[in-house]
């Protein structure tokens, strides 16, 4: 089976803290996304990575960076934690080249910045 | 830019009935992939229904089917014979493929779906 791990489950920082949610997938994936999960607005890409060091923003990039120095790899850093990024964040990862392919899901990590 | 629309926040239904959630998208691709996710409490999202859009007939996956409609561009999702084990929330998702590969899922904003024992 394949596996999405987020390396948190719930994450509690303090403003201002630089954070760091780690993703790791096992099937040799090209393609890892960044998803923000916020009651009514769905879920939001934040950014995607097609390959090893390459990233694109998403839709709401602002605030956030990431980093593929591997490709198995995705990490999402808040260089410094602000309220408004109080969030469930779940990470993704998918075959660019399989026509269609779904997205594989991690178990999300639940981040609360007081 | 796409955008995907679920007009229902909620809705609830008593169970062995059934209940379809609506979806609406906007596009002006042609080759393109639409999804329905699942995430139950437990928040791990799990694929129900994938459909491909240069394909007519409706997808089906067992008491899960959709209604396709690509000119109207409306991907609803029917759940026949609802079990409490559908209680969840349900996402519609566009994907487009392009020239390279996959490209990126954009979400509608969900639909939390209760089944009344």
């Known amino acids: 089976d394949v596996k999405v791990t987020q390396s948190s489950r719930y994450l509690v920082k303090r403003t201002g803290e630089k954070v760091f949610l780690e993703c790791v997938q096992d099937?040799?994936?090209?393609?890892m996304f960044w998803y923000r999960q916020d009651p009514g607005l769905g879920l939001r890409l934040i950014y995607f990575?097609?390959?090893?060091?390459?990233?694109e923003k998403g839709d709401i990039p602002e605030g956030y960076s990431v980093s593929r120095e591997k490709k198995e790899r995705f990490s999402l850093i808040l260089e410094s934690a602000s309220t408004n990024q109080t969030s469930m964040y779940l990470c993704?990862?998918?075959?660019?080249?399989?026509?269609?392919?779904?997205?594989?899901f991690g178990s999300g990590t639940q981040l609360s910045v007081l | 830019a796409q955008t995907v629309t679920q007009s229902q926040p909620e809705m609830s239904v008593q169970e062995a009935e059934t209940v379809t959630l609506s979806c609406t998208y906007d596009?002006?691709?042609?080759?393109?992939?639409l999804f329905w996710y699942k995430q139950p409490p437990s928040r791990q999202m799990i694929l129900v229904i994938r459909?491909?859009?240069?394909?007519?007939q409706n997808a089906t996956e067992n008491r899960f089917s959709v209604n396709f409609q690509k000119a109207a561009k409306s991907f609803s999702l029917k759940i026949s014979d609802s079990q409490l084990g559908d209680t969840a929330m349900y996402f519609c998702?566009?994907?487009?493929?392009?020239?390279?590969?996959?490209?990126?899922?954009?979400f509608g904003t969900g639909t939390r779906l209760t089944i009344i024992p």
């Open positions: 993704a990862s998918s075959s660019f080249r399989e026509v269609g392919e779904k997205l594989f």
């Open positions: 099937m040799d994936h090209e393609n």
């Open positions: 990575s097609y390959d090893v060091k390459m990233k």
């Open positions: 596009t002006s691709e042609n080759n393109y992939y």
């Open positions: 459909q491909e859009a240069y394909k007519q």
């Open positions: 998702a566009f994907m487009k493929h392009g020239p390279f590969g996959n490209e990126k899922l954009t």
